[in-house]
């Protein structure tokens, strides 16, 4: 197969796609998130992790309207990049054994997550827009804002605490 499935011949069938990716990733990541509370050991990255569970479920939501703004089907897409993503930070923690480095690759991998997520609503708020799609947008604006801000969070936690603790 290809890059694109053969189905895509126009912006809205992109944009559509691209959804559903989304919509993948989110539900694979819902998924993924109560094992990366289990294994992290800081309770303030604990804490971060429960609470972007709960913006996920806040985000596929806002998926499943969007969808239903566009009259489409809210159906699912594989999406080889998070299960990469996924696959490659289970791999990783399930290679050490110090509880501060563990946590130090939780951020890492989270954020890796994230930069996917921001990457990919960043394109469907500019494809929207271009299909004069605001209503689709402004919903998007919102996740992306909350995706920048689990960023930032999880930056400040690296920076501030945990990389310097994983380092001793």
């Known amino acids: ?23 993948y990733a989110e539900k694979k990541i819902v998924k993924a998130l109560p094992n990366m509370v289990d294994k992290a050991t800081d309770d303030g990255l604990k804490t971060v992790f429960e609470r972007h569970c709960d913006e996920t479920e806040i985000h596929i939501e806002r998926l499943e309207k969007a969808f239903q703004m566009m009259g489409a089907e809210a159906r699912l897409v594989s999406c080889p990049a998070i299960e990469g993503i996924l696959d490659e930070a289970d791999e990783i923690s399930g290679d050490i054994d110090d509880d ?11 954020q890796t997550v994230e930069h996917y997520e921001i990457t990919r609503y960043g394109t469907l708020i500019a494809w929207a827009r271009e299909l004069g799609r605001a209503d689709c947008a402004a919903l998007f604006e919102e996740t992306l804002a909350e995706e920048r801000a689990a960023d930032h969070t999880l930056s400040n936690l690296a920076e501030r605490r945990i990389n310097l603790k994983s380092a001793a």
Not at 1 to 23: C, W
Not at 100 to 110: G, Q, S
């Open 100 to 110: 501060m480095v563990m946590d130090a690759a939780l951020i890492a991998a989270a």
């Open 1 to 23: 197969m290809g890059f694109f499935s053969k189905d895509i011949g126009t912006l809205n069938d992109l944009f559509l796609h691209t959804m559903r990716d989304i919509y």
